[in-house]
C-alpha cells in the first residue's frame, strides 16, 4: 500500500504555496482539493506565529459577571452548606 500525506496550503497566483515542506518526498502525483475559503479566518501567511495561545480565562473574561442571577454565592441557599465541616 503506497502512502499519502495531506499538507495544508493556499493556491495564489496560479501556484500551490504549502505550509511545510512534505517529507521525504522528491516527486510525487499529487491531488489538490480546493476549500471553501473561511471569510473570518485569516490566511496562513497573515497570521503571527509568536503569538501565544491564549488561554480559557482570557478567551471567556468578556462573559465572566454577564449572567445576573441575583445569588452572590451558594451559601445563601442552606441546602448547599448541609454538612459542609463535618467528616
Same mark, same amino acid.
Not at 497566483?13 to 475559503?37: D, H, W
Not at 488561554?55 to 448541609?82: C, M, P, Q, R, Y
Given at each position: 500500500?503506497?502512502?499519502?500525506?495531506?499538507?495544508?496550503?493556499?493556491?495564489?497566483?496560479?501556484?500551490?504555496?504549502?505550509?511545510?515542506?512534505?517529507?521525504?518526498?522528491?516527486?510525487?502525483?499529487?491531488?489538490?482539493?480546493? *476549500?471553501?475559503? $473561511?471569510?473570518?479566518?485569516?490566511?496562513?501567511?497573515?497570521?503571527?506565529? $509568536?503569538?501565544?495561545?491564549?488561554?480559557?480565562?482570557?478567551?471567556?473574561?468578556? *462573559?465572566?459577571?454577564?449572567?445576573?442571577?441575583?445569588?452572590?454565592? *451558594?451559601?445563601?441557599?442552606?441546602?448547599? *452548606?448541609?454538612?459542609?465541616?463535618?467528616?
Amino acid at each position: 500500500m503506497k502512502s499519502m500525506q495531506s499538507i495544508e496550503g493556499i493556491y495564489r497566483n496560479g501556484r500551490v504555496e504549502l505550509s511545510e515542506t512534505p517529507k521525504e518526498v522528491k516527486e510525487a502525483r499529487v491531488i489538490v482539493t480546493f *476549500l471553501e475559503a $473561511e471569510s473570518d479566518a485569516p490566511a496562513q501567511d497573515e497570521t503571527d506565529d $509568536e503569538t501565544q495561545p491564549e488561554s480559557f480565562a482570557e478567551v471567556a473574561a468578556h *462573559l465572566i459577571g454577564s449572567v445576573k442571577s441575583g445569588v452572590g454565592d *451558594l451559601s445563601t441557599n442552606k441546602k448547599h *452548606l448541609e454538612g459542609f465541616g463535618r467528616d
